[in-house]
């Protein structure tokens, strides 16, 4: 019999059985009543959760899609963007102020660090820029961005959006739009939050909606904020016809993560982490992230001498367990792991296991043990 195969990606990740039942339900009219009420309670919920004195977006979409959300609601061609990048995904901000004709000038960190508030204080000091975006967890890195402390800085520039890219961080990473000072918020379903791939979160702060107000017409239809903004106001409205399912499969996570609490969702990710990431260094795998700035939500571990990337992934697929494979200069150098959303301390160990037959199939002189006694013994000291 094979091996049931675990998700251990950076996204999609893991979804419980009670959010696909809720996918799987009967499909009704967006205009149902019971939906109506369940997707009104969602968007309150979103933004009570994270402290959004504007307004949530819940879209039928990407994560990428939120990115692009996020600008065309807040720049107009020839505005001024800061790019703040630790990574792949920080620089994909750079592809899309192409296109859209902003003018923008980046920040950017190696890979593995992040770009410290201090050095974007001494940037906004030099010129006046209209918005910055921040990736609060790159997942080609691994690394998080300082976003709190960032947002103190940005308190001292008033006339600059806040945008923060949490695709890899909202419902893993303490993050909370008030206290961080930021304006634009997004994220996607299917990461830490544990739904499928399929919706594109964003929260817009007041901020930020009086930003668009101000723009002229905006040449987007589908991601216009005033296009959303009545139905989000008011879920009976119609603009675009709402995923239904995956809306009540989003609400039954966020009932989810409201049982757990915030504040322990936050802590068992940090718990579980640093458990991982003891087992990954006792097997001889080095974390790509430096040790001042490693995410919660995901790890990307450079293989040892003589582990080949193509058959480790494959092995480890093999014994039941899907890892991602590097990006950038780093692809064939690590594999990156995920452990966010629901994932619990069983799937951990048990991808650890698997991890630990493939390298012993892979490195005759593997010490099989040294990482599950490192995880239980990081799990142990808690």
């Not at 251990?8 to 009704?28: A, F, H, K, W, Y």
């Not at 107000?213 to 239809?221: D, G, R």
Request: glycine letters at 8%; hydrophobic letters at 40%; aromatic letters at 8%.
């Amino acid at each position: 019999m094979k091996n049931r195969k675990l998700l251990m990606i950076p996204g999609p990740t893991p979804v419980l059985r009670s959010i696909q039942d809720e996918m799987g339900r009967e499909t009704v009219a967006f205009g149902d009543s019971e939906f109506v009420a369940d997707f009104q309670q969602l968007i309150n919920d979103l933004k009570e959760m994270w402290s959004c004195d504007g307004m949530a977006f819940v879209v039928a979409a990407s994560g990428t899609y939120s990115m692009e959300m996020a600008l065309v609601n807040n720049l107009k061609r020839g505005d001024s963007l800061l790019i703040v990048s630790n990574g792949f995904f920080g620089d994909r901000f750079i592809e899309i102020a192409k296109k859209k004709g902003y003018t923008y000038d980046v920040l950017s960190a190696s890979w593995g660090h992040v770009v410290s508030a201090e050095e974007i204080a001494e940037q906004l000091k030099k010129k006046t820029y209209d918005a910055i975006t921040v990736t609060h967890v790159d997942t080609s890195t691994g690394a998080v961005a300082p976003v709190h402390e960032i947002g103190q800085v940005l308190k001292n520039f008033p006339e600059t959006i806040y945008i923060v890219d949490g695709v890899c961080s909202v419902a893993g990473e303490p993050v909370d739009m008030m206290k961080d000072h930021i304006d634009v918020l997004f994220s996607g379903s299917q990461k830490a939050f544990g739904v499928a791939p399929g919706l594109a979160l964003l929260w817009a702060g007041k901020k930020s909606l009086e930003r668009r107000e101000s723009l002229p017409e905006v040449i987007e239809y589908y991601a216009d904020y005033k296009k959303w903004a009545p139905v989000m106001d008011d879920t009976k409205k119609y603009f675009a016809t709402p995923a239904v399912n995956m809306t009540w499969a989003m609400k039954k996570s966020v009932d989810i993560i409201k049982e757990e609490g915030l504040e322990n969702r936050y802590e068992r990710h940090r718990r579980n982490a640093e458990a991982m990431r003891a087992a990954l260094e006792a097997m001889g795998f080095k974390i790509l992230a430096d040790a001042s700035c490693r995410a919660v939500t995901l790890s990307n571990p450079l293989y040892p001498e003589g582990v080949d990337d193509g058959e480790f992934r494959l092995e480890l697929e093999k014994q039941g367990v899907q890892v991602a494979g590097g990006l950038g200069e780093y692809a064939g150098k690590m594999f990156r792991i995920g452990h966010m959303g629901n994932v619990d301390e069983h799937e951990l160990a048990a991808t650890i296991c698997a991890i630990e037959k493939t390298m012993a199939k892979l490195l005759p002189s593997f010490k099989v043990g040294s990482g599950i006694t490192a995880f239980l013994k990081s799990l142990c000291r808690e």
